[in-house]
């Protein structure tokens, strides 16, 4: 008989955190009865093998108003995850995401049952409270295991907790996914970009040093949605290049824009871990990015598999920019070396890394 896991996260809606977990949750259902709670009932952006059980302890998100109805919230998820761990007896719980993890980590050990929680974000840049964090950490100690993406993040989450606990498990990518990728040879004059839309993505950066290499024949392709859509539209007016920029918001098919796409720009001051950044390095796109913590520094080799840059520096960003819309042979080394170097990070291999963590509990 199968053992049974449970994998726990707020909803499967689009972002990096949530495609990593439908990833795992399906490459375990070959060897594990697997079980998926998610703490809201919203529609699914990525396809669940259907041997998967999935719970729902909310019908939709509301927000929370004050302090109390907060923490009368997490006590509702709290009892409905122990009624649901009681209920189905699980081998491993394996929490996604921060506030899932504190809920995972204090309901599984409520039953004394083993706890996974995996950390998505860069531990310097997604600090609440003092309170709060100190919660977090003091809560997150009792974990039985710590999963962080980076070596980076391992190195600052240690200075609070035993180093014995925290592994580095990068994010996969699906042999699925690559299956899709096509030779990086004609392609269209395409600068892509992928990302949630908001400052810290900082595609403003991106915008202006677009706007300024003025490249009559060169498009910037924006997928992703968010907060600053419109502020971002409206720039490209005012900078008069809107009929050079699309926004085509969210989007299931992303890899036909990685296909299609001749330079991969990345400018985000902060990163948990780059999935964008990987994914499109993995389908052999030419690709520049921010140096920033943490990620891009362990994936691309600069002036090998890519370009890394100054944060915020648009002067570097058109420079290099530059250098791969006027030089193909550099384009055709990155692409062949961002697939190579990216060879590491695909499923097989990364799997073997959460097997072992898992079964050190069973």
């Known amino acids: 008989m199968k053992k049974k896991i449970v994998f726990v996260i707020t909803s499967l809606n689009s972002g990096g955190a949530e495609r990593v977990l439908a990833n795992l949750v399906n490459t375990f259902s070959i060897d594990f009865e697997v079980h998926l709670i998610l703490l809201y009932n919203e529609p699914l952006f990525y396809k669940l093998d259907q041997t998967v059980t ?25 009892r409905k995850l122990i009624k649901i761990f009681r209920l189905n007896k699980y081998a491993v719980v394996i929490g996604f995401t921060k506030s899932v993890n504190v809920l995972s980590v204090i309901s599984a050990k409520y039953l004394s049952v083993p706890c996974i929680i995996s950390e998505r974000n ?3 840049v ?3 409270n003092p309170i709060w964090n100190f919660l977090q950490y003091f809560i997150y100690s009792f974990s039985d295991a710590l999963v962080v993406q980076t070596n980076f993040n391992k190195e600052n989450y240690q200075k609070k907790l035993n180093s014995d606990i925290i592994a580095v498990i990068p994010n996969p990518i699906s042999e699925d996914f690559l299956s ?11 600068i892509l970009t992928v990302g949630r839309l908001d400052k810290n993505k900082n595609q403003r950066l991106l915008i202006e040093a677009f706007a300024n290499l003025n490249v009559g024949n060169w498009k910037l392709i924006i997928v992703g949605d968010g907060v600053l859509r419109n502020d971002y539209i409206g720039l490209t007016a005012s900078l008069g290049i809107a009929d050079k920029v699309e926004f085509v918001g969210n989007v299931s098919n992303v890899w036909d824009y990685y296909n299609q796409a001749k330079i991969f720009a990345f400018t985000s001051n902060s990163e948990g871990f780059p999935n964008a950044l990987l994914e499109a390095m993995s389908f052999g796109l030419p690709c520049i990015s921010t140096d920033c913590d943490s990620g891009p520094a362990e994936i691309i080799i600069n002036d090998e598999s890519g370009y890394l840059i100054e944060i915020n520096n648009r002067m570097q ?12 042979a550099i384009c055709d080394k990155f692409s062949q070396n961002a697939i190579s170097t990216t060879q590491k990070f695909n499923m097989f291999e990364l799997r073997k890394l959460w097997e072992v963590e898992i079964q050190k509990l069973l």
């Open 54 to 78: 999935i719970h729902y302890l909310k019908a939709n998100y509301t927000p929370s108003k004050t302090i109390f109805h907060a923490l009368a919230l997490n006590i509702y998820f709290i």
């Open 122 to 124: 860069n531990p310097l």
């Open 126 to 128: 997604s600090l609440v």
């Open 180 to 190: 899709l990728r096509k030779f990086y040879g004609e392609r269209a004059n395409v």
């Open 317 to 328: 960003l058109e420079d290099r920019l530059s250098q791969l819309i006027n030089n193909q």
